[in-house]
């Protein structure tokens, strides 16, 4: 199968997954793009079938897997097919992904699943003010600007400059989708909404009395200590990618890691991280230790009910072991100190 052939056999009065065949044409491109930089050169072709009888019962099941030659990775397509003078022609009226797709005989081990997905706002019936066409192609714009700092380490300043640059499309966006459904604009408007996050939290730590607090003896000052290890919470608090991520570090310095978009450098980052790293982390951990309120099986058996796999972080933090000894106070309880050397702690 190739982009070509298909363009000569789809027909522009079809709909193909509820998208034109130019957006349809569009996605499986881009899949070709990812199997080449996979290095597969070619498709190999396996019939099949789809197996849920729930999912378009009215039409035609067969269907085709398409594998990498190489990297094995693959995807499936649904095609709905009409003969056309006296059998001589066919037409594709439908085409389709499949998420429960069989072939017809065994295609041995498999890579990555690709599928082909149409956004709500390219299917052919959503509606297009002028409006919206503006707004989402600058978001689609400043997508790609984000996407190029990708695989790079990205500046604070340029950071910055890109969050005030496309402010109002953001602003727009916020105001005019109710985010029930997946749209061209959805991944650059949560991108935007945590990097602004990331950015505020550094600002708000890089306002904080850094010096005065990494000055005060640990052991002369615990209650000093406390009130600042408590509020530096509550600003992590201010964004979840503080919950699940910390300032990394490598050759260059300080950085924060936005996975596949970009490494975030300069700027605040290396002031505060330096400062996490020496004062913070390690104050934070002396605190949890000694007012660790769970022993270990009270804390294996919340742990043991909960599937998420950063719950155990909670326990790490000083808010959560504080807030429990209150509510044991309230009723009544003392909880003894350093149950913490016990359990078991993330470092």
């Not at 615990?222 to 009130?227: H, I, T, W, Y």
């Not at 530096?232 to 919950?243: A, R, V, Y």
């Not at 003392?334 to 470092?347: C, E, R, T």
Request: hydrophobic share 35%; glycine share 6%; aromatic share 14%.
């Amino acid at each position: 199968m190739d982009i070509e052939g298909l363009r000569l056999y789809l027909k522009e009065e079809h709909e193909y997954q509820n998208a034109s065949k130019e957006v349809f044409l569009n996605k499986i491109e881009g899949i070709f793009e990812e199997l080449q930089k996979s290095g597969d050169s070619s498709l190999m072709v396996f019939p099949g079938a789809c197996c849920n009888s729930e999912c378009n019962p009215e039409l035609a099941r067969t269907g085709y897997r398409f594998i990498g030659d190489v990297s094995r990775n693959f995807f499936d397509l649904r095609f709905i097919i009409e003969p056309k003078d006296n059998d001589q022609v066919i037409d594709i009226t439908e085409i389709f992904k499949c998420n429960y797709f069989l072939t017809n005989e065994d295609t041995g081990e498999l890579g990555e699943h690709y599928e082909v997905f149409i956004f709500k706002d390219e299917e052919i019936d959503f509606p297009k003010t002028p409006e919206y066409l503006i707004h989402v192609n600058k978001a689609i714009r400043a997508q790609s600007e984000l996407a190029s700092m990708s695989n790079k380490s990205s500046g604070w300043e340029e950071a910055v400059n890109w969050l005030l640059r496309h402010k109002s499309t953001y602003e727009y966006i916020c105001e005019n989708d109710d985010f029930t459904e997946v749209l061209s604009w959805t991944k650059f408007k949560f991108n935007y909404q945590d990097l602004g996050e990331v950015i505020e939290v550094f600002q708000m730590l890089a306002q904080f009395e850094i010096l005065e607090f990494s000055r005060l003896n640990r052991e002369e000052n615990e209650e000093k200590l406390m009130s600042g290890i408590l509020k530096i919470e509550e600003i992590l608090n201010h964004s979840l990618l503080f919950f699940h991520r910390k300032i990394e570090i490598d050759e260059s310095g300080y950085y924060w890691n936005f996975g596949s978009e970009f490494n975030l450098r300069g700027g605040l980052i290396s002031e505060v991280g330096k400062w996490m790293d020496d004062w913070f982390y390690p104050t934070q951990k002396m605190l949890v230790e000694k007012y660790f309120a769970l022993t270990e099986a009270e804390l294996d058996r919340i742990v043991e009910f909960n599937e998420v796999p950063e719950f155990e972080r909670r326990f790490d933090i000083l808010t959560t072991h504080i807030d429990i000894r209150k509510k044991a106070l309230e009723n009544g309880e003392w909880i003894p100190f350093y149950l913490g050397s016990k359990a078991q702690i993330q470092s």
